[in-house]
């Protein structure tokens, strides 16, 4: 079993629909990041939590300790918003990381 | 600030041959990560550096694969005697201080034929 697993796999929707994808963990983290992969391949930093919630742009990302739970939401999603989300998690007992396999989000016009 | 810039973009080796993967951490971060991306799987971290030590080599294979950052110059991954099955990509990341204020460099997509 992953340390961290996100859902969905695949996501598919509609320009101007609000999107959420879901992370869940297994081990005691320091921190949670949302990765964004786009289809060249580069990776980009989104956001990076250790509690609450955090707002960039269109893009929300909150997190449940308690739960061992991350969402992340864009809002009025836009076809450049295609690309692979990635949720990976910094232990609190090293400097291991975590990734989930991702979410590959596809919006279509 | 050119941020995180790893070199070549894509590299091909023959099975037997040296890969050397180069990153250059943005200006101002002396920690360095690498991490390997096998196809249709996720990231999987294989070492985390400062300037010439390794701080955590936990998700180094125990063979035929090295790192390092030198005081001067970039960080090196060195993958001896490449096989079929180090096809991947590799990125690296670098921070100014541990896993915070995270940068991702583009990869390297490694084929060996």
């Known amino acids: 079993k992953n340390e961290v697993e996100q859902s969905p796999q695949n996501l598919t929707a509609q320009e101007g629909e609000f999107i959420t994808i879901n992370c869940s963990y297994s081990v005691g983290i320091s921190a949670l990041h949302w990765l964004q992969q786009h289809p060249g391949g580069g990776i980009v930093s989104l956001f990076m939590?250790?509690?609450g919630k955090k707002k960039h742009g269109r893009l929300i990302a909150t997190i449940n300790i308690q739960e061992k739970h991350s969402s992340l939401h864009i809002t009025a999603s836009h076809p450049r918003d295609s690309a692979v989300y990635i949720c990976a998690v910094r232990s609190d007992t090293g400097n291991q990381f975590y990734f989930g396999t991702g979410t590959s989000l596809t919006v279509i016009p | 600030n050119a941020g995180v810039m790893q070199n070549p973009r894509h590299l091909v080796r023959r099975r037997g041959q040296e890969a050397r993967l180069r990153c250059s951490p943005m200006?101002?971060?002396?920690?360095v990560y690498w991490y390997r991306q096998l196809p249709e799987e996720g990231l999987k971290f294989m070492v985390y550096l400062q300037k010439e030590n390794i701080i955590d080599e936990s998700g180094m294979p125990k063979e035929r694969f090295s790192a390092e950052f030198p005081k001067e110059g970039p960080s090196i991954l060195r993958i001896q005697q490449v096989v079929r099955g180090d096809s991947a990509a590799y990125f690296c990341a670098s921070s100014p201080q541990g896993p915070v204020g995270y940068t991702f460099g583009s990869g390297t997509r490694l084929t060996v034929v």
């Open positions: 939590l250790s509690s």
């Open positions: 200006k101002g971060h002396s920690h």
